[in-house]
């Protein structure tokens, strides 16, 4: 996550959530579920505005797409208690 987040290459994951390709956005919503595990991740997605980008993914014809969405979403707001 760290070398992810250290050589550049979220924005580039964000901007595949936009892509009219169904897999490049699964995979990318999948890469960022996973990032968001980790509370740095969660917070450094944050900062670079993942989630006005993710949010209209819910909504995808696509089960993959929505379902990786939504565990991205909802690995972006939780918080260790």
């Known amino acids: ?3 992810i987040m250290g050589c550049g290459g979220v924005p ?3 901007s595949f959530l ?3 390709s169904e897999d490049l956005q699964a995979n990318a919503a999948g ?3 996973s990032i968001c595990f980790q509370k740095e991740g969660r917070q450094f997605m944050r900062e670079q505005g ?3 980008a993710i949010l209209p993914l819910l909504s ?3 089960i ?3 379902t990786r ?3 991205a979403v909802h690995n972006i707001s939780s918080e260790a208690e």
């Open 31 to 33: 890469a960022i579920q």
């Open 50 to 52: 993942v989630i006005p």
């Open 60 to 62: 995808s014809k696509n």
């Open 64 to 66: 993959k797409v929505q």
């Open 1 to 3: 996550v760290d070398r």
């Open 69 to 71: 969405s939504v565990g």
């Open 18 to 20: 936009s892509s009219e």
């Open 12 to 14: 580039p994951l964000i």
